[in-house]
């Protein structure tokens, strides 16, 4: 199985990926912005990487097409976001549906868009996360693969929330990873996603935690 991986920064994501012992060929990293960290991050761990710079295009339509080139090039089963910050036109999405995903740092559908752990203590909620899914033409929206909760402490602030966000995320998508190798997710027709010979889990996160009695 091969797979591309596109970013825009630190690539932490990418990283995982890339350190994981998973059955997937990476044949490069693609980043729309050449001072991303990531690229210095791939290039050391042996990894061909390319840079499709935003700037350089008139609109998203010829940025698209310039981007798809470049992955066309590799002719990958999957296409990966990690920290990849440009939406993407309806038709480029359509082109890789079904095998291109994404990792969102909040649990979809709640808190899409930027500035997700912000507004997660802004609102006071209990529980917080991160999913991987498929990309489906509207932003942050499409079939939920996998999801991490973690509890929202009292003493929380952004960068906390964001850390421990952040260390779920790369779990999480090393699994979404390996599930889509292993050939055990299927997309149903009603648009959810099931896992082939996953256990079943019952345990429940509660936040805060209730008094031992
Ligand atoms: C992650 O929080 C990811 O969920 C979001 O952007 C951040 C990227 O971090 N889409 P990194 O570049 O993978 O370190």
């Not at 990531?38 to 940025?63: P, Y």
């Not at 930027?114 to 529980?127: C, I, K, Q």
């Not at 693969?145 to 779920?168: N, T």
Request: hydrophobic letters at 50%; charged letters at 20%; aromatic letters at 4%.
């Amino acid at each position: 199985m091969k797979a591309v991986i596109l970013i825009s920064g630190r690539g932490s994501n990418m990283e995982a990926l890339l350190k994981a012992d998973i059955p997937v060929e990476f044949a490069v990293v693609i980043s729309n912005r050449p001072d991303a960290r990531g690229l210095e991050t791939a290039r050391s761990l042996g990894v061909a990487t390319a840079v499709v710079d935003h700037r350089g295009h008139a609109d998203r339509k010829a940025f698209d097409a310039a981007l798809a080139a470049e992955i066309d090039r590799h002719a990958p089963d999957l296409i990966i976001l990690a920290g990849f910050m440009r939406v993407l036109t309806a038709d480029f999405v359509r082109r890789y549906q079904g095998r291109m995903i994404n990792i969102h740092p909040a649990l979809l559908p709640a808190f899409p868009g930027l500035d997700t752990h912000a507004r997660v203590l802004a609102a006071g909620v209990r529980v917080h996360g991160c999913t991987v899914h498929f990309v489906t033409p509207e932003v942050d929206v499409g079939p939920i693969i996998i999801q991490a909760a973690i509890p929202v402490l009292a003493d929380d602030d952004e960068a906390s929330l964001a850390a421990r966000v952040l260390e779920q995320e790369h779990r999480v998508y090393v699994q979404a990873v390996r599930w889509f190798a292993e050939g055990r997710l299927t997309l149903r027709a009603d648009g959810s996603v099931a896992v082939a010979g996953v256990a079943r889990q019952v345990t429940a996160l509660i936040s805060p935690p209730p008094d031992a009695r």
